[in-house]
């Protein structure tokens, strides 16, 4: 993203506030004073264009009371089930007791095939066009990652008939979902944060599209939605959590979510169930019996940059000694 | 325990063996309601292998594998009145498909000579092709520890609550069991065949990293 880009975009969604620490709360007094025609009428806020006035005003998702929530449900829920012509059901299961969730991802198994892309395409409702992806699969070459992972030189454009390849190395990149996350630290609006069970969330109605929490994600895992979200009806997932695979709409970052919907269900993510050689594992941290610390305790593990402390508690792990 | 084929890592802690063992009395009433109809058709075996009682955990389901190839026909209706062939060596009537590529094993490693519808264990204990993970984690027993753990090859269903395990003739042909390549799905698009502009390329140039 180049610095005019950032501009241009970040000015008109922060609304008059300059400040750091602008909050939505002071935006809205903002705009009410110059009037809400006003702030629709600025060309370059994305947020104004898909203009849902209701979710647009209700508190932040942490702020609201029980009954509120569960008014804001059968809203969203409704919305959704009238847009896309199907029953749609919208939860905010809340995190469970004990729980904290890690990510397992086995490097010495990945072929790099990207099924775990589009499984996670279809289950989060993610916009076909303009196209988003939460997991990016980068391709290395064998003997320089023997030297260290540098994220920079991942390709993700590898397109051979078949993979994997001869020397090639692959690595799928999403949301790290780090314990210091220097994403939330930075969102000006509390419109992202970290759940008590780890899994960093954003609440779309919140987020501004200001996309400071993109430029400080070492990892690259924060996607901004740029055109109306289009996803075809019939490829909707109607199982939907409401600071997880709800549609986003337009103008706000968007990220891997652990499949919210899913793994406070207790079932898990679809990556898991998609990826063919069984390379992605996701179980509870604080679960001594679970494959999450089995591979932490017998395997060899690391975390992406390291180096910045961001502790991420998405692990990758060499399930294999015997390199391909 | 049999020795473990899997390379450098050596074989299993006693303290694993020891849980193993501990496990076994319920593993064995497990055993049963999981392959309770299986069982039954089992031929009489005169030893129990402790391996074969290790089910996986105790919220696993086995998911059946995948199917016999078109061609798969019952063994015994050609095998049951020729005498088996115990030479190894290239075969060019009938199994001409089955080119071995694993380690240095022929084909009666795995199959019974005798009765040719089962697998069989090195002690000769009878193993339906159904139960093959059996067969499998005896020589390769530092994988059954990690795929009991889920760590190697794949549980779906849920994190918490029931398992559903692929079984190794899922993702390995037991007779070249390397991983066989497979097509990538379409790549991510360039910055530069995404409609937009100039602020389209800023955020997947950033994405590419």
């Given at each position: 993203m180049t610095a005019s880009d950032r501009d241009r975009e970040a000015k008109p969604s922060t609304g008059g506030s300059e400040s750091a620490d602008a909050s939505r709360r002071g935006f809205l007094k903002g705009a009410a004073t110059i009037g809400v025609g006003a702030l629709s009428g600025v060309?370059?806020?994305?947020?104004?264009?898909?203009?849902d006035i209701e979710d647009f005003f209700r508190k932040n998702f942490r702020e609201l009371s029980d009954e509120e929530l569960e008014a804001v449900l059968r809203r969203v829920e409704e919305k959704y089930s009238n847009r896309y012509g199907k029953q749609v059901t919208v939860s905010a299961n809340g995190p469970m007791e004990g729980v904290v969730f890690g990510y397992g991802l086995d490097v010495s198994r990945c072929?790099?095939?990207r099924q775990c892309v589009y499984a996670c395409v279809d289950e989060n409702n993610q916009s076909r066009d303009p196209e988003i992806h939460w997991i990016r699969v980068l391709e290395f070459e064998r003997e320089a990652v023997l030297r260290g992972?540098?994220?920079?030189?991942?390709?993700?454009?590898y397109e051979p008939d078949?993979?994997?390849?001869?020397g090639k190395f692959y690595l799928p990149v999403a949301c790290?979902?780090?314990?210091?996350?220097p994403c939330s630290q930075v969102c000006p609006t509390g419109a992202t944060w970290q759940e008590p069970d780890g899994i960093v969330v954003i609440d779309y109605d919140w987020?501004?599209?200001?996309r400071y929490c993109m430029a400080a994600c070492p990892y690259g895992a924060r996607h901004f939605n740029?055109?109306?979200?289009?996803?075809p009806a019939e490829e909707?997932?109607?199982?939907?959590?409401i600071i997880g695979n709800t549609p986003r709409p337009r103008g706000v970052v968007e990220k891997c979510t652990f499949c919210i919907q899913r793994t406070r269900e207790g079932r898990y993510p679809a990556c898991v169930e998609a990826c063919p050689v069984g390379a992605r594992k996701f179980g509870n941290?604080?679960?001594?019996?679970s494959e999450i610390r089995y591979l932490m305790e017998n395997k060899r593990t690391f975390v992406l940059?390291?180096?910045?402390?961001?502790?991420?508690?998405f692990f990758y792990f060499y399930g294999s000694s015997v390199t391909r | 325990m049999s020795s473990d084929q899997?390379?450098?890592?050596?074989p299993s802690p006693p303290s694993y063996q020891l849980a193993t063992w501990v496990l076994l009395g319920t593993a064995v009433v497990l055993v049963v309601s999981l392959f309770g109809v299986r069982l039954e058709q089992r031929p009489e075996t005169t030893r129990d292998y402790?391996?074969?009682?290790?089910?996986?955990?105790?919220?696993a389901v086995l998911m059946p594998a995948?199917?016999?190839?078109?061609?798969?026909?019952?063994?015994?209706?050609?095998?049951?009145e020729e005498p088996a062939n115990r030479t190894p060596r290239e075969l060019?009537?009938?199994?001409?498909?089955?080119?071995l590529a694993h380690?240095?094993?022929?084909?009666l490693h795995c199959h019974s000579?005798?009765?040719?519808?089962y697998l069989h264990l090195a002690d000769d204990t009878l193993v339906p092709f159904e139960n093959s993970w059996q067969l499998c984690t005896q020589c390769h027993a530092k994988k059954l520890r990690d795929w009991r753990a889920g760590v190697h090859g794949k549980r779906t269903g849920h994190w918490r609550g029931e398992k559903e395990y692929r079984t190794c003739v899922a993702c390995h042909?037991?007779?070249?069991p390397a991983f066989k390549p497979i097509a990538p799905k379409p790549r991510p698009r360039r910055p530069e065949e995404i409609a937009g502009g100039s602020s389209a390329i800023g955020e997947h140039a950033h994405d590419g990293l």
């Open positions: 060309p370059t806020a994305a947020k104004a264009l898909e203009f072929v790099g095939c992972i540098n994220l920079e030189d991942g390709n993700p454009y078949q993979v994997p390849q001869e790290q979902h780090c314990e210091d996350s987020c501004i599209g200001c740029w055109g109306e979200p289009n996803v909707i997932n109607p199982n939907m959590h941290l604080l679960d001594p019996e940059k390291s180096e910045l402390e961001t502790k991420p508690k | 899997t390379g450098p890592e050596g402790p391996v074969r009682a290790q089910v996986p955990d105790a919220l995948p199917p016999m190839s078109d061609e798969y026909m019952p063994c015994s209706d050609c095998h049951a060019e009537d009938d199994h001409d498909d089955k080119k380690g240095d094993l022929w084909c000579a005798d009765q040719r519808d042909d037991p007779h070249s």
